[in-house]
């Protein structure tokens, strides 16, 4: 089997794998990370959204095999500790969430909009999340903590 | 998925080279077509031959009127592309619109040109610029490249390397996008380069095509109103959950006034 090495959320991490592993499957089964989702496993849905060399990728449309050599980062890189980074106590003090399963992609997203940019307007978010679906809030509360959480992040 | 071999070749010697030797293999841009592909068992080849660690295959170039891209550039390299954005803006426009931002971030020029799926946006400005493919081997017209349905006039082991685009004198893209997908319903391409008009329609058949009643039309005069009461015909065009054939026809004609309209 050929082998794969990548750095994830800081961790140099490696390991013998089936050409055909996704890198979300290789994140979840073989690293036990499982903040990252499956949603739909078809690409439309954005539950398993993390960042690979800084952009925001779909884990379940891309091999682990492609990821070596990179860096990758999910959900769990973003808390320092208890502290929740910016764009997470956003979604908490906004309530942008409802069973919370598209959580960690929404987040991840956000936070790949608010490095690109930090001034986000609502229809900015709005079209930086046609790749992520919710099926509980119908967005809005989403919207507000994503706004929000930009703006804390350059605070 | 079945399992398959995973190749990773640094040059494009290499990358035929392992086609060639494989049982059946199978060049691999972005994948953001050919996983899922892979995942739903509709494809098995025996090697899979991944193009990312090939710098040729990168980079976009400004030269004399005509803007090269090469094939391993993501449509969020071309929608973010300075260069592009000045020479074409309506090609930086078009990147800026296919799929979502996480697909734009991985699926590449060259693999939604070779993979020719019936609703992708980059075949309309292949054809609407009367753009060329340039493969490893020979170069080949816009028009003559995209043969059917998902299919191309690639050879068996034919690699795209970059897409050459002359820079028109003004273009735009509109598309009325599937709303979960974002794959175009109907996405209309117009350009104008001195006397010569062109319009390319994407989603609506099995095929991208040029409207050359349109392009006659416009020829005399640039304008929506031109278009408006022009409809192409719908015989072969797709008919499904998304849209009947007679409501793409007339989007067409919408798209394509539209276009007009915003490229002024």
Redesign the interface.
């Known amino acids: 089997m050929?082998s794969v090495s990548m750095t994830v959320n800081g961790n140099a991490v490696g390991g013998d794998i089936?050409?055909?592993t996704?890198l979300v499957d290789f994140i979840r089964e073989h690293l036990r990370l499982t903040g990252t989702h499956v949603g739909c496993?078809?690409?439309?849905c954005?539950a398993c959204?993390v960042h690979v060399d800084g952009?925001?990728?779909?884990s379940c449309?891309?091999?682990a095999?492609?990821a070596?050599g990179c860096q990758v980062e999910t959900i769990e890189s973003l808390a320092d500790g208890d502290t929740l980074h910016p764009m997470q106590e956003a979604f908490r003090e906004h309530h942008g969430l409802q069973c919370g399963f598209c959580t960690p992609g929404m987040v991840m997203?956000a936070v790949?909009?608010a490095k690109e940019n930090p001034n986000l307007t609502e229809s900015d978010v709005r079209r930086?999340l046609?790749?992520?679906f919710c099926r509980c809030t119908g967005y809005q509360n989403i919207v507000e903590s994503i706004v929000a959480g930009a703006k804390a992040m350059q605070g | 998925m079945y399992e398959f071999n995973f190749n990773r070749p640094a040059s494009v010697a290499d990358a035929l080279a392992a086609v060639a030797d494989a049982d059946d293999g199978q060049f691999m841009a972005g994948g953001q077509t050919m996983i899922p592909v892979l995942k739903q068992r509709l494809a098995m080849p025996s090697d899979v031959v991944e193009l990312a660690k090939i710098d040729d295959l990168k980079g976009i170039a400004v030269d004399g009127g005509t803007v090269t891209i090469g094939a391993m550039m993501t449509h969020s390299e071309v929608h973010n592309s300075s260069d592009v954005a000045s020479a074409i803006p309506a090609l930086a426009d078009l990147a800026g619109m296919i799929g979502d931002p996480h697909v734009r971030n991985r699926g590449t020029i060259g693999g939604s040109v070779a993979n020719n799926d019936p609703a992708a946006d980059y075949p309309a400005a292949v054809v609407g610029l009367g753009a060329t493919v340039v493969t490893d081997r020979r170069e080949m017209a816009g028009d003559d490249f995209f043969v059917d349905l998902f299919e191309t006039a690639l050879a068996e082991g034919e690699l795209i390397t970059a897409v050459r685009f002359p820079v028109p004198d003004k273009a735009a893209y509109m598309k009325f996008p599937n709303p979960a997908s974002r794959y175009a319903i109907v996405g209309v391409f117009v350009s104008q380069s001195g006397s010569d008009v062109r319009v390319a329609v994407t989603g609506a058949g099995p095929c991208v095509f040029r409207a050359v009643a349109m392009e006659t039309a416009l020829a005399s005069d640039f304008s929506a109103d031109a278009v408006a009461g022009i409809f192409v015909s719908g015989d072969d065009f797709n008919n499904d959950i998304h849209a009947s054939a007679e409501y793409r026809v007339h989007l067409v004609t919408v798209m394509a006034k539209r276009a007009v309209a915003k490229a002024g």
Do not use: F, H, Y
Not at chain 1, 41 to 44: A, F, G, N, P
């Open positions: 050929p089936e050409g055909r996704l496993d078809t690409s439309q954005g959204v952009t925001s990728v779909k449309t891309m091999l095999l492609q070596d997203t790949a909009m930086g046609e790749g992520n």
